[in-house]
């Protein structure tokens, strides 16, 4: 199997950023809306000024997950106020986690995963959350077997429909742990 590289994204990768933000939004959503909403989120959510905003945000980070340096998925991650809902300095959200329809299967995904806990366990934050639209089968399985539970649902708003989203959270530390 070939080698699974994590690489965290600057300014510089804004343009790669971008393309595979819109191509794997695209792999996963359009089936399930019209042409003029994917193309109004894209265009709003995958701007070259949007991505920059977001890339130079100090609480947020980027990364790319690379097969011989060809960009297969990505993952942003949130903390503190930039978080889109629970804005908690002991919690951490996992905003996107995409890999190309052409990888899914590989374990790129759960690498990612893997990313966002170690980044989690280095803040030293009690929870990791996440939205996950409640029709992406897949992808709720995907959390669930990585030890998510269910906690809350949220709107997610694609051009002009709303969406339900099932917010989901992992717990990283015992809350009623005593440090020695």
């Known amino acids: 199997m070939e080698k699974i590289s994590i690489k965290k994204i600057t300014v510089n990768d804004v343009h790669q ?6 191509q794997t939004f695209y792999e996963t959503f359009s089936i399930y809306n019209t042409e003029e909403d994917m193309q109004k989120y894209v265009t709003d959510s995958f701007s070259v000024a949007q991505l920059n905003t977001e890339l130079n945000n100090e609480n947020s980070e980027f990364y790319f997950a ?5 960009t297969v ?5 949130n903390y503190g106020i930039s978080q889109t809902e629970l804005k908690d300095d002991k919690t951490l959200e996992i905003e996107r986690i995409y890999v190309l329809k052409d990888f899914h299967g590989k374990k790129i995904g759960q690498i990612l995963c893997d990313q966002a806990i170690n980044v989690a366990k280095q803040k030293n934050v009690d929870f990791i959350w996440l939205g996950v639209w409640g029709k ?8 669930k077997k990585n030890g998510f539970v269910e906690f809350d649902k949220h709107i997610f708003k694609l051009g002009d429909k709303e969406q339900t989203d099932m917010m989901m959270k992992l717990k990283l530390k015992n809350e009623y742990q005593i440090n020695l």
């Open 17 to 22: 950023l971008q393309k595979i933000g819109k």
């Open 66 to 70: 690379e097969i011989n340096k060809k």
């Open 73 to 77: 998925g990505y993952l942003k991650l």
């Open 136 to 143: 992406n089968l897949q992808a709720i399985h995907f959390y």
